[in-house]
């Protein structure tokens, strides 16, 4: 496999459910990021992680808990959402320290809250 | 809050024509800037960046970024159907991370 894969694509969940997403690189990038995507609305930063470390959190609930066991890893861990976090959430990666930011995103995992 | 501005369009060119797609961003410290194309239910793709003040080429597609006014474009020569999509403005954010914009979607008709 190659760039960059999340799974599942799709997940439906009611408010009650515990479950998560998972994102996996194969670009050897050393940073990982969580962005949510909603209707009429900007990609919006949820997570950065680089080197593994979680280096921003953008005011983002506690019912969303990440989680980057290694460099190639990042989760997301998902508990007692509400219908409006029904969103696309992308993750991507890039390679920090080179002066080149560019993002490499995930197909993205469409959640429904019902 | 750094912002990163789009017109949300739609845009509507006829096939052949140039589209110029514009954005705007705040933070005047931002060095590197990104234009990515979204297709309806995929993820973004990468069509250009640029760090330099001027035009960037990359076949039909130049970017052009003016740091002085906080504007980098996006001109798309010989438009196609194919390239119907929405067109996303990104902006580094701190040297990590990127800065989206809210898009621009773009309608190419034959």
């Known amino acids: 496999e190659t760039g960059v894969t999340q799974t599942p694509r799709h997940l439906v969940m009611g408010m009650t459910n515990k479950k998560s997403l998972k994102c996996e690189q194969h670009?050897?990038?050393?940073?990982m990021y969580w962005y949510k995507q909603s209707a009429k609305k900007p990609l919006e930063l949820m997570f950065v992680y680089s080197l593994e470390e979680r280096v921003e959190n953008n005011s983002v609930p506690s019912r969303f808990s990440p989680e980057c066991p290694n460099s190639s890893h990042l989760f997301l861990h998902l508990h007692t959402l509400q219908p409006e976090d029904s969103a696309l959430y992308l993750c991507?990666?890039?390679?920090?320290?080179?002066?080149?930011?560019?993002?490499?995103f995930g197909q993205g995992t469409r959640l429904t809250v019902v | 809050q750094k912002e990163v501005e789009q017109n949300s369009g739609p845009l509507s060119v006829p096939e052949g024509a140039i589209a110029s797609l514009n954005c705007t961003y705040s933070?005047?410290?931002?060095?590197?800037f990104f234009w990515y194309r979204q297709y309806s239910g995929k993820s973004p793709e990468l069509i250009m960046f640029?760090?330099?003040?001027g035009d960037k080429e990359d076949g039909r597609f130049t970017a052009q970024l003016n740091k002085a006014s906080q504007y980098v474009s996006l001109l798309i020569r010989d438009s196609q159907p194919s390239d119907s999509a929405t067109y996303l403005c990104?902006?580094?954010?701190?040297?990590?991370?990127?800065?989206f914009g809210k898009g621009t979607s773009l309608l190419v008709t034959p």
């Open positions: 670009l050897g990038h050393n940073a």
């Open positions: 991507a990666s890039s390679q920090e320290g080179t002066g080149d930011p560019e993002a490499f």
């Open positions: 640029i760090y330099s003040n």
């Open positions: 990104a902006v580094e954010n701190s040297g990590y991370a990127l800065n």
């Open positions: 933070d005047r410290g931002s060095q590197s």
